[in-house]
C-alpha cells in the first residue's frame, strides 16, 4: 500500500470515528423502558378522545382519564379496558368547563381541577359528586384564576393547588381549610410565569414547573424555595418551551413531560440529577387513522413515539402511562430494569 493512500484511508477513519461520536453525544436516549400497550382513538364514544389531559390511578389499579374538549372522565381497567365514564360540559356539580388535572386521594377520591370553572371538584370513584371548592377560605373573595394543577402529599394529606391565572401555589389542609400561598409572576426564584404542573414527594416537599420557564423548582411544605434546575435547550436535564407537566412518583423521583418540539418525558431524582429519558417524536397519526378504533390498535408507526404529550403517571409497578393528545391515546411503557 503506497503512502497516499494509507494517508487517505486514515483520514476517512478519523471521520467517521468523528462523526460516529458525534452521533451518539447527540442521541435522544429511549430511556429503561420498553413500549408495552397503548389504546384510545379520535371520538366522543367509549375510550375514546378529543384532548385527553391527565391521568391518575386509584388503590385498585383503575385509571382515570380527563378530557379538556368532551368535559368528562373516564374510568379505565389497569390493562386499558373502558369501564364507565361522568361529566358534560356545564357549570353545575358534576359538569365541567375544560375538566384539566385529576388526583386520586388515599380514600379514592377523585379530585378534578375544573380550569375554566375556577374550581376543584371532587367524587366517588364511581363519579358522584362530594363537594367543590371555589376559593381560599370561607367567604374570603380571594378565588381562584383558572387552577391547572393539584398535588396531594401521602402522609399528611395536604392539598397543593397551582392557582395558574394568579401565578401562585395554594395549600390546603386534607379538608380543604385554607393553609398558606406563595408566588408571584416573574421568573426569579419562588416567582412564577403560567405555574403549570405541581407534585409533592414523601418529604412534603413541593415541585413546580412552568408553561413559560424553562425549570423545575423545589420548595419545602411551607413554600420556601430550595433550589431549581432545568434551562433550555434538547439535551439531558433542559426543556424545550412551552414546558408541559410533571408528577412525582412512588420513589420519588421527578418526571417532566417536555414540550412539543420535543416530545418526551425525562426522569430526575429528587434532587434534580437526570436519570433517563422515554420517547422521541414527534410521531403524527393520520386523522383517517386516528377516528378509526381498529386501525389505531392496529397501527404500530408510533408505537412507543409521541405526538404533543400532556400528562404521564406510573402505576404502583413502575409502569410509565404517557397521556398522547396529539394521537388522542394513552400509550404504556414497562421498566426493563
Not at 377560605?137 to 383558572?146: E, P, V
Amino acid at each position: 500500500m503506497n503512502k497516499t493512500i494509507f494517508f487517505v484511508l486514515t483520514l476517512i477513519l478519523i471521520v467517521l470515528f468523528i462523526t460516529n461520536s458525534e452521533l451518539r453525544a447527540n442521541a435522544s436516549p429511549q430511556g429503561d423502558y420498553s413500549f408495552a400497550f397503548k389504546w384510545g382513538s379520535e371520538g366522543n364514544g367509549n375510550s375514546q378522545f378529543l384532548r385527553p389531559h391527565d391521568i391518575d390511578f386509584d388503590s385498585i389499579g383503575n385509571i382515570y382519564v380527563s378530557d379538556r374538549e368532551l368535559n368528562n372522565i373516564q374510568k379505565f381497567t389497569h390493562d386499558g379496558k373502558y369501564l364507565m365514564q361522568w361529566g358534560k360540559e356545564g357549570t353545575g356539580d358534576g359538569e365541567f368547563r375544560t375538566p384539566y388535572s385529576i388526583i386520586i386521594d388515599a380514600s379514592d377520591n377523585v379530585y378534578v381541577v375544573d380550569r375554566d370553572n375556577n374550581r376543584t371538584q371532587v367524587f366517588t370513584s364511581n363519579g358522584i359528586f362530594i363537594k367543590k371548592f371555589t376559593a381560599i377560605g370561607a367567604d374570603s373573595g380571594d378565588t381562584f384564576n383558572r387552577p391547572e394543577d393539584i398535588a396531594i402529599n401521602p402522609s399528611s394529606g395536604a392539598i397543593y393547588v397551582a392557582d395558574t391565572g394568579n401565578n401562585r401555589i395554594v395549600k390546603f389542609d386534607s379538608t380543604f381549610n385554607y393553609v398558606t400561598k406563595w408566588g408571584s409572576k416573574g421568573s426569579g426564584t419562588g416567582e412564577f410565569d403560567h405555574p403549570h404542573g405541581i407534585g409533592v414527594d414523601s418529604s412534603g416537599n413541593v415541585y413546580v414547573n412552568e408553561l413559560k420557564n424553562p425549570r423545575i423548582q423545589k420548595f419545602d411544605s411551607t413554600g420556601r424555595f430550595i433550589k431549581q434546575w432545568g434551562s433550555e435547550g434538547r439535551g439531558e436535564g433542559e426543556f424545550t418551551l412551552p414546558l408541559e407537566h410533571l408528577f412525582v412518583d412512588h420513589s420519588d423521583n421527578i418526571w417532566q413531560v417536555d414540550g412539543e418540539d420535543n416530545p418526551r418525558v425525562q426522569k430526575f431524582d429528587n434532587n434534580g440529577t437526570f436519570i433517563t429519558s422515554v420517547g422521541t417524536g414527534p410521531c403524527i397519526i393520520e386523522d383517517s387513522v386516528k377516528k378509526d378504533p381498529d386501525r389505531m390498535a392496529e397501527n404500530h408507526n408510533c408505537d412507543g413515539k409521541f405526538h404533543q404529550p400532556e400528562h404521564a403517571n406510573t402505576d404502583i409497578s413502575g409502569n410509565l402511562y404517557v397521556v398522547d393528545r396529539g394521537n388522542q391515546r394513552i400509550e404504556v411503557f414497562t421498566p426493563t430494569k
